[in-house]
């Protein structure tokens, strides 16, 4: 992702600052799910932060919305951490939330490795779809990533061809 | 009449220009604009925060538009399912197309003005729409 204005300069965030009502308990949940499907990072209580970019911004207007309907207080900022340090921060705590899902993924897939092809290329099929959403919430990449998306295209292939491969 | 709508379109702004040039307003003009100030105050906005039709209840301005319309055709409430998973993305539907649809309105994005981008996803929809009719 291109995102600082000079190399080694931090980037822009987008902030979510919020506050929702304790009750009734359905929407804060419904809200904090969709905070956690999107990899937010948390700042502190009631700010969380996403790098800025079309996508991430829209998402977080929208969740302010629900937020102000309800009954909340919500408000959307674009700001540049102060230091290198912090960014780094962030970014350091969002791949190692990401890289231990991308781990779960590599053990599932590993442990099924003895399974016969149609019980492998079922599980290949339903870790693809959960690599999909790991991805979408994995703005700092770690090397955790490269190993999952190996493990389960592995899986997919039929056990004669990767003898073949290996001999 | 006039309608406006937040600049740098993506895929639930195209689809509801779509709708309303279709379905509400053949006559529809439409204006791009950063900031929901910027809104003139003789157009209706739409898929912008705190305006009716946005998104709501967890969906996406394309459905707002059809209820607030009456529109119940089951074809374009199956396009409502699409634009749904393509803009929110949260496995409320099955919408295989979804991904496809989303990949081709960023890339269009990249490369057209707003006008631009209307111009080319209109028969996109009228596409999908003849598909869905034709797959009933």
Partial sequence: ?167 | MKWATRAAIHIDRAACAWLIRRHVDPDAEFVFVTDPAQVPADATPFDMRGVELGHHQGECSFETILRHYDLDDPVLWRIAQIIHEADLDDERYDAPEAPGLDVTLRGLSMICTDEQTLHHTGPIFDGLALSEIRAR
Wanted: proline share 6%; no cysteine.
């Fill in chain 1, 1 to 167: 992702m291109a995102r600082a204005a000079r190399p080694g300069a931090p980037g822009e965030w987008v902030l979510l600052s919020y506050r929702i009502p304790r009750e009734p308990s359905t929407p804060r949940i419904t809200i904090w799910r969709k905070l956690k499907r999107l990899g937010v990072a948390q700042i502190s209580d009631g700010l969380i932060a996403l790098p800025a970019d079309a996508r991430t911004r829209e998402h977080l207007d929208w969740i302010a919305d629900e937020i102000l309907e309800a009954g909340g207080s919500a408000a959307i900022w674009i700001a540049r951490p102060g230091m290198t340090a912090t960014e780094r921060d962030l970014a350091t705590a969002m791949a190692a939330a990401r890289a231990a899902e991308y781990a779960k993924v590599t053990a599932e897939a590993t442990a099924a490795a003895d399974r016969d092809d149609t019980a492998r290329l079922s599980l290949a099929r339903r870790l693809r779809a959960e690599l999909r959403r790991i991805h979408r919430r994995d703005y700092f990449p770690p090397a955790e990533r490269d190993q999952a998306t190996a493990a389960v295209e592995a899986l997919a292939q039929p056990v004669v061809e990767q003898e073949e491969q290996t001999s």
